[in-house]
């Protein structure tokens, strides 16, 4: 299946035999003649305002709040969309990646994995697909773009920059060692010239790492650990290794400030040899993206002992708090809680559950729930809610600012949890298991954090994000494989379509005069439109 | 994977059927491999299999811990495996495929040496043993089971679960009290579809999202209508034990767990 070479890159696979050659003689030409610099080349300023036809990056812009000011498909008119085109990735796995578009452009990632599709027509304009490697291949949320240049994590915790054109191999890096148990899944963020990338690693005892890599020639430009590196005899974090940082952050340009949410302690289910509150694990941390530099931190679930990341996304929020105006961080976190903070210093505004949660004895001082030691991990079990998929997890939420709802996929479920001394204290440490879930999306008023709808969205977790337009539609995906439209303002189901499982947040651009909602459902991506106007 | 609108975890959750619990079965014979094998294999499972099962074949996203599959203990240099690779079981989630014959047997030869190893683990890796679960109290579980659980509103000691202790033990009999997902898969609720004619049609529950619904009807064919042309009425005896989720202490699982293992 594999030659030797160390890439290979797919044209449209409706090209012929010849064109593959075509295809050599191509990349050949490119690298020998320089093409006008950045004639179509990503402004990567373009990040601080989004331009409609566009989705360059992660979350679609800095703030997380996936919510788009298009405002062409209405509640009124959702019921029309019709497909206007499918690409096929043809794996076996479902995509849990975000688009991302840019320059026309819609590049879409898997594990080892992305194509670049042409956003008219779905067809793919290249492939690029990295050697078989022994990383962990749990899935991808998608690539970054800067200039000329895509990026895409790999299994084996490297990055690989691209020719955003040709999907050639620019550079390649590790960012930490896959063969120490870290992995990458990450959709790296771009502030400036500093590109922010997270990686994963729960079956080991590693630290959180996030690294600042130079776009341009993949050097690392800072690290920053969430818990003490190897060879340092730092005790803050109570003996506790993990909080890898393996979602995509966000950043306010006036605070300078990068939010990232950090992932749970290793050993993950023993707690006893991680007393304290294990810092910074299971946080929302802000970092300056310049230095690298730690500037405050919020604890979601301090001493977790149920792999509960609080990875989630960190949504920014400018809006009045009860009166106030405010600059506010907003998280629904895997441990069930609704937290809203105040970004410029980390302090708590608001913590209240939104899923059921049975796992804590009260709030402490800070905002943070306070973890019950009756519901550790213990030889014979505890039935804990929610169970490890968690209250949410890595999908995004939306914010809709006009009617000031934050909302969720959130699933009420139950887990098993056990721990004994015999399971040592490396990795894992324990053992839990699923009982039961029901998945619903909830619309959660963020100034009193009372759930003001809820929508079933079936048995078990959901998959799906949500994103939020203008007009006050909301679309997400049930767990029986449909896209679904609401209503923002109820809940209320105005449209769907059986596309397959959605494994990730929809997108919304707007591309000669006519508005799309771009989502990946199982392994395929659809492009959805309302009918063209005759003329 | 579930199909249909059970209340039913999905696989990444239920693990029902993992027989963590019970003790790893015996491989039915030796088997060699050569260590290129199992490290082409290793590869490949971590790029095709990992996902699900984790790289290390011990479990993961979706996918049962390998080294404590019966499937894998019976499996004779891949006559067992081989075929489930190329068949797949959608019904649950893993798709079929279509490995070059060298791959296909380097990664049998990698979940071969990976259950070795795992064998060879002192102290257990992740797991459950039956004598971690013998904390409760059998004749206070019995009092649960008949009071304030509701239990007996739809079992019987001496009906559906007679014998119940014999066919699960440990962990996978606690998951299956807890919420009976898995193998044996329970059986489905009943659905009452009324048509506009007036109509009643009966069936097994096929599947139920929030715009169709669907059953086998008596006569042993798939049926399904859009909810918005038809009433729906469905029995299921699932929602009690997921309600109970909210209700049981540690104590009381404990106790109607050891009480249940009097069920033999």
Known sequence: MFSSICKR???????????????????????????????????????????????????????????????????????????????????????????????????????????????RTGRQIWRYTYPMNEGFHIGHRGAAVYKDSVFL?????????????????????????????????????????????????DFDNLPGILKSIDPETGKTQWVFYSTPPPDTSDPTSG???????????????????????????????????????????????????????????????????????????????DANFRGTPRKMLMQASRNGYFFVLDRTDGKNLLTVPFATVNWTSGIDKMGRPIPNPAKDPAPDGRLIAPNEVGGTNY???????????????????????????????????????????????????YQSGKIKWNHDLGDGAGTAGVLTTESG??????????????????????????????????????????????????????????????Q | MA?????????????????????????????????????????????????????DAYGGEGGPDLTRSLLVAEDSRGDKIGALLRTGRLERGMPAFDFSEGDRLAIIAFIHDQKTKAESLVGGRRGVNVEDLQTGNGERGLQYFNGAGGCSKCHSPTGDLAGVASRFQGLALLQRMLYPAGRPTPDPPTASVTLPSGEVITGKLAYRDEFTIALIDSTGWYRSWAQTTVKTKIDDPLSAHFDQLGEYSDEDIHDVFKYLQTLR
């Open chain 1, 9 to 119: 890159c797919d044209k449209n696979p409706a090209a012929t035999m010849n064109s593959r050659f075509r295809t050599v003689w191509m990349s050949v030409l490119m690298a020998a003649m320089p093409i006008p610099a950045l004639a179509q080349g990503f402004d990567p300023s373009l990040l601080l305002k989004p331009r409609t036809d566009s989705w360059p990056t992660y979350h679609g812009d800095y703030s997380g709040k996936r919510h788009s000011g298009l405002t062409q498909i209405t509640p009124e008119n959702v019921h029309r969309l019709g497909l206007a085109w499918s690409f096929q990735t043809g794996l076996n796995i479902p995509i849990k990646a975000s688009p991302i578009l840019a320059n026309g452009i819609v590049y879409l990632t898997a594990p080892d994995n992305i194509w670049a599709i042409d956003v």
């Open chain 1, 153 to 201: 994590t790999t299994p084996d915790a490297h990055m690989i920059a691209l020719d955003a054109r040709t999907g050639t191999v620019r550079w390649n890096i590790e960012i930490a060692d896959s063969k120490r148990g870290y992995w990458s899944t990450n959709a790296p963020l771009l502030v400036r010239n500093h590109l922010l990338v997270g990686v994963s690693g």
């Open chain 1, 239 to 317: 003996g506790a290794t993990g909080g890898q940082m393996w979602m995509t952050g966000t950043y306010d340009p006036e605070l300078n400030l990068v939010f990232v949410g950090t992932g749970n302690p290793t050993p993950v289910l023993n707690g006893a040899a991680r007393l304290g509150d294990n810092p910074w694990t299971c946080s929302i941390v802000a970092i300056n993206p310049d230095s690298g530099k730690l500037v405050w931190g919020f604890q979601a679930s301090p001493h977790d002992t149920h792999d509960w990341d609080a990875a989630e996304v960190p949504v920014l929020v």
């Open chain 1, 395 to 445: 999908r995004s939420p939306s914010f809709d600012p006009k009617s000031g709802l934050f909302i969720v996929s959130a699933q009420d479920g139950y887990g098993i949890y056990f721990f004994k001394p015999e399971h040592g204290a490396y990795g894992w440490a324990g053992a839990d298991y699923g009982v039961a879930g029901k998945a619903v999306l909830r619309a959660i008023d």
């Open chain 1, 473 to 534: 539609v909301t679309f997400t995906g049930d767990t029986a494989g449909n896209v679904l439209a609401l209503r923002t303002a109820d809940g209320a189901t105005l449209w769907h379509s059986g596309i397959g499982r959605v494994g990730n947040s929809p997108i919304t651009y707007e591309l000669d005069g006519r508005q799309y909602v771009l989502v990946a459902g199982a392994s395929g991506l659809y492009a959805f439109v309302l009918p063209e106007e005759r």
């Open chain 2, 3 to 55: 199909v249909g609108g059970r209340a039913q975890a999905p696989a990444s959750q239920g693990r029902a059927d993992s027989p963590a619990a019970q003790r790893r079965p015996q491989t039915v014979g030796p088997q060699s491999y050569t260590p290129e094998q199992v490290k082409l294999g290793q590869t490949r499972f971590a790029a095709q299999c990992g996902f699900c099962h984790g790289r």
